[in-house]
């Protein structure tokens, strides 16, 4: 794996390989010492041109943790604010050293392109271009989950995947690069994804992806979803109104009391009891309730820790070239 652009550019095996790999940062990162030096004398660079907390300080730690030397790079405070070009930017990093380059960037395609361009030779992660996607997000909520469902059935996680599983991606699908990696990704894995949204809030051609599109919460909720993941509300990418209030919104999208109560008491679920995401951050009071927030079932936190181990093993495999996903399986 030179770069990791997109979960619909990965083969099974190679999703795999990754969530593999991050089972063995997991228990690097269950020690005292939390470090392994499989990327020592090498430079990543965070290139972070939109706002993050989660994806900038994980990569942060993941790299450190792997003993590379990190330099983090915003656009606040950088040349990019007088209008330097990506292109000078990225080879001004390479010119400093960086080996691989982990790139969050407003512009959907970014990444793509940059890996594409032949600026520069480093390895391209990237950590949110746009509304188009956001592979460590879907990786880390793929190890999320095949941890649950391992952890029920007792078996260990290594080499299994997500057969039977039933996920509900719910809100504002039409912005998120999380569900649009996520829908990619899960599938590819072998659950099944419902996605439960307003109208106003579905992209153009979401008919051709790989997932049942409906425009009722309580019903994707009363079939027997094993996670539901809630999405955040994007306004800063909202020009126009895409539902008459916040309230609205609540009522008809939002995980609040009585519906997080329905869902917990329902059985069905592959699970015990259905398991609560959310990419973060977190629009209490719109999207999802205090009460499902806080509650054991939410998953959030988890998924942050788990996000460490999985870029960790990102950072590895694209920097140590490995073998084991040199193979390119024929995409279907
Ligand atoms: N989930 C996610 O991408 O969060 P940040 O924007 O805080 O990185």
Request: aromatic share 4%; hydrophobic share 45%; with cysteine.
């Amino acid at each position: 794996m030179r770069h990791l652009l997109d979960t619909a550019d990965l083969t099974r095996a190679e999703a795999l390989a990754v969530l593999d790999t991050a089972e063995e940062m997991a228990a690097v990162n269950a020690r005292e010492v939390k470090k392994l030096p499989s990327l020592r004398g090498r430079t990543v660079v965070n290139l972070f041109l939109e706002d993050s907390t989660r994806t900038r300080i994980s990569f942060e730690a993941a790299a450190k943790r792997l003993f590379a030397d990190v330099i983090n790079f915003s656009a606040k405070g950088s040349s990019v604010s007088k209008g330097e070009s990506l292109k000078d930017t990225v080879q001004t990093l390479e010119a400093i050293g960086a080996d691989a380059i982990v790139m969050r960037h407003w512009s959907s395609g970014a990444a793509a392109q940059l890996a594409a361009s032949g600026w520069v030779d480093s390895a391209v992660v990237n950590a949110g271009d746009g509304t188009h996607a956001h592979p460590t997000q879907a990786l880390l909520d793929a190890f999320t989950l095949r941890h649950h469902l391992a952890a029920h059935d007792g078996v260990a996680p290594t080499g299994t995947d997500l057969t039977g599983m039933h996920v509900v991606i719910v809100g504002d699908i039409l912005h998120s690069r999380v569900a649009r990696s996520n829908v990619w990704l899960l599938t590819l894995l072998g659950a099944r994804v419902t996605l439960a949204a307003p109208p106003t809030l579905l992209p153009v051609g979401v008919a051709s992806w790989p997932a049942r599109v409906t425009y009722s919460l309580d019903e994707a909720l009363a079939d027997a979803p094993d996670a539901v993941m809630m999405l955040r509300v994007q306004a800063e990418r909202m020009g126009g109104a895409y539902f008459p209030s916040a309230g609205e919104y609540t009522r008809l999208w939002g995980l609040n009391p009585a519906r997080f109560e329905r869902l917990t008491r329902q059985s069905g679920s592959r699970l015990d009891t259905p398991l609560v995401m959310h990419p973060g951050p977190m629009n209490r009071g719109l999207e999802i309730c205090d009460t499902a927030a806080d509650s054991p079932q939410n998953t959030v936190l988890e998924q942050v820790a788990n996000g460490v181990s999985v870029r960790m093993a990102v950072l590895h495999l694209v920097l140590n070239q490995d073998p084991a996903l040199a193979p390119q399986e024929a995409r279907p």
